[in-house]
């Protein structure tokens, strides 16, 4: 009886990670990406001098890491439990998007955003109320 419940502790320990490595990078890589005026044309060299210059950022290097983090805890969590939980329950990150965006990046968020915030916090309580592993299929 102890094994199904710590497949279940880990599998919500990774979703957790999942939630915070996904939206941290994301945010990281919009700062740096915010801080860099875009390529100058949609030439080969203006392009390669563009990605040259974003990639020799530490914030991008930082965002890549924490999104490479975020990789490994889905495949792991995705041997552990099923897609159908795993995708749903781990929108959460959209809602932390959210709010980083608005705290760390000073974004405006309008009302029907926090609306759908809501809702999605609503959709992610009610697939993290259910089993994240279906029993073994023959």
């Known amino acids: 009886m102890a094994a199904p419940k710590t497949s279940s502790t880990k599998t919500y320990v990774l979703l957790a990670l999942m939630v915070v490595f996904g939206p941290v990078g994301d ?3 919009s700062k740096a990406m915010k801080q860099s005026a875009g390529p100058q044309a949609w030439t080969v060299p203006a392009v390669s ?4 210059e974003a990639m020799t950022r530490g914030t991008v290097w930082l965002g890549i890491a924490s999104l490479l983090l975020f990789l490994v805890c889905y495949l ?15 929108a959460a990150g959209y809602i932390v998007v959210v709010l980083l965006g608005h705290l760390l990046l000073g974004e405006p968020v309008p009302p029907l955003r926090w609306a759908g915030v809501g809702l999605l916090s609503m959709g992610v309580l009610l697939v993290g109320g259910t089993q994240p592993i279906s029993e073994k299929r023959n």
């Open 27 to 29: 945010v990281l890589l």
């Open 49 to 52: 001098r563009f990605f040259f």
């Open 76 to 90: 792991v969590v995705l041997s552990w439990a099923d897609y159908s939980y795993v995708t749903p329950a781990s």
